[in-house]
């Protein structure tokens, strides 16, 4: 008899784990509350704009990797065209004081000693490990030749697992260590992170790929479906049924019980554990998980359709005000907006797109009531005073602005029921870098977690394996030869 399993959660780590299910022969079937596939890797339309929330860049997009594989596999990259950008990020502060952060090493060498010629030790080492790091690969199945491989850049990791700010501390120049800071480092990351990605764009192996992140989870969907798999959609989960320290199936909110042999939460983790299975089957370290790790923060991202060309615009710009801002009931002493620019198929001809993301804090919406007025005031309030200081940067995109859409935390809650609204999970820092999160969860069986929640760092690579893993150990538990 077909084991069957039920998946939790049609983003892309559902997705992934629906693809590798049918491909090894489970029955498979998808629940999921929203209406559209994709979870967070998602974009929207607003009278003849797409605002995409999810892909800046993605890792594996070079031909011939180990990820770039699996991504074949799950129908992800078939007419699929990658862009590349010349730079990460071009950041300027409250003095006019300004620089490019090139992907091309050589290139930022001479961007950062033009800023400050007595960093010019640092400045050397950071662009020659750029290089080192170009060369890696991220592994697939951590295997003993990768370990092997990884020996070169270990001594990096070592280097670069601190906080962005700590790593800084040594550039004497207080002009390029605040810009630096600011281009680099995202609440308490690990800096190894954003080089990673810096250095992976520049070694074309972190492309951003043409119609962004819809039609990247549509892909997806379609070969799930391809397999044979199905989903339903517009379905809520309220509890994991469980028979015996056994996962045997679903409760919906409708009422409707769906059983299987195996189940699969790709859904927001603390739902999981702490709501749906009631904290049952939680021992002391996924408790401190939860208590002491760093989620990415909730976000506000505010979208712009503009009646005019942004080509003068830099395609990812970060401004430091001269004070910080209060918006969103936190201080914002960082501004960053990215220019569509590079997918002209977000906006009519001649017009444009740009989306900002400003961390606040949870508690702070939590006040309010979804879609009362004091909830639209507020949303309303929060992107005017981002389009103000956009203006601030270039005054003749005044009155350009043909529509402005604002999704809070709550947005975020409402979608894809993430925890306190985060939008990735967990956070690579100084004491999550080499943190290896199960996905399992102790004394119950046939279940598995993949996700956001599982891994740190978030985006689709991290969720797309996790996917894959989940239904490798499910073939190992049953002794299956796991089709990869």
């Given at each position: 008899m077909t084991p069957s399993v039920l998946i939790i959660g049609c983003g892309m780590a559902g997705l992934s784990a629906g693809c590798y299910a049918r491909m090894n022969g489970f029955d498979t079937e998808i629940v999921e509350m929203h209406s559209i596939p994709g979870g967070l890797c998602t974009a929207w339309s607003r009278k003849g704009y797409t605002f995409d929330l999810c892909i800046h860049w993605l890792c594996g997009s070079k031909p011939g990797t180990s990820l770039y594989k699996v991504y074949e596999k799950l129908g992800l990259m078939k007419d699929r065209h990658f862009s590349y950008s010349e730079s990460w990020a071009t950041i300027r502060d409250e003095h006019g004081n300004e620089i490019r952060l090139y992907t091309d090493p050589g290139r930022l060498y001479d961007e950062l000693i033009r800023i400050s010629p007595e960093d010019s030790r640092f400045i050397a080492r950071l662009c020659k490990d750029i290089r080192k790091i170009s060369r890696m690969e991220p592994p697939v199945d951590l295997s003993i030749m990768d370990i092997i491989r990884y020996i070169p850049v270990m001594g990096l990791m070592k280097r670069y697992k601190p906080a962005v700010q700590d790593v800084l501390s040594e550039v004497k120049s207080p002009v390029l260590r605040n810009l630096l800071a600011a281009g680099l480092g995202w609440e308490s990351q690990s800096m190894f992170f954003p080089l990673m990605g810096l250095a992976m764009q520049w070694g074309e192996n972190a492309?951003?790929?043409?119609?962004?992140s819809l039609p990247f989870a549509e892909a997806i969907e379609k070969r799930y479906l391809e397999l044979g798999g199905t989903i339903r959609y517009k379905s809520r989960v309220v509890s994991i049924i469980t028979e015996k320290n056994r996962a045997t199936g679903v409760r919906l909110s409708d009422g409707t019980e769906l059983n299987a042999d195996y189940v699969i939460s790709c859904a927001d983790g603390h739902t999981t554990i702490f709501d749906w299975l009631k904290g049952e089957y939680c021992d002391d370290t996924i408790q401190g998980y939860y208590q002491n790790l760093e989620p990415f923060p909730p976000i506000v991202f505010i979208s712009f359709g503009l009646n005019t060309d942004l080509a003068h615009v830099p395609k990812d710009l970060i401004v430091l005000p001269d004070k910080p801002v209060k918006i969103a009931g936190m201080e914002q002493g960082i501004i960053r907006f990215l220019n569509h620019v590079h997918d002209p198929s977000h906006y009519p001809k001649g017009k444009g797109v740009i989306t900002t993301w400003i961390p606040t804090d949870y508690s702070f919406w939590e006040q309010f009531?979804?879609?009362?007025?004091?909830?639209?005031?507020?949303?309303?309030?929060?992107?005017?005073?981002?389009?103000?200081?956009?203006?601030?940067?270039?005054?003749?995109?005044?009155?350009?602005?043909?529509?402005?859409?604002?999704?809070?935390?709550?947005?975020f809650v409402r979608y894809t029921g993430n925890w306190k609204g985060s939008y990735e999970g967990w956070q690579v820092t100084p004491d999550s870098f080499f943190l290896d999160l199960p996905q399992t969860l102790p004394g119950l069986s046939r279940f598995y977690m993949a996700g956001q929640w599982v891994v740190t760092g978030g985006g689709i690579p991290g969720a797309v394996l996790s996917g894959r893993k989940a239904v490798k150990l499910m073939c190992g538990e049953?002794?299956?030869?796991?089709?990869?």
């Open positions: 492309g951003y790929p043409e119609g962004g009531t979804y879609q009362s007025e004091a909830y639209r005031s507020e949303k309303e309030l929060a992107g005017k005073m981002i389009f103000d200081l956009l203006c601030q940067q270039y005054p003749e995109l005044s009155g350009s602005c043909e529509v402005m859409d604002v999704a809070t935390p709550l947005t049953i002794g299956k030869k796991f089709v990869c």
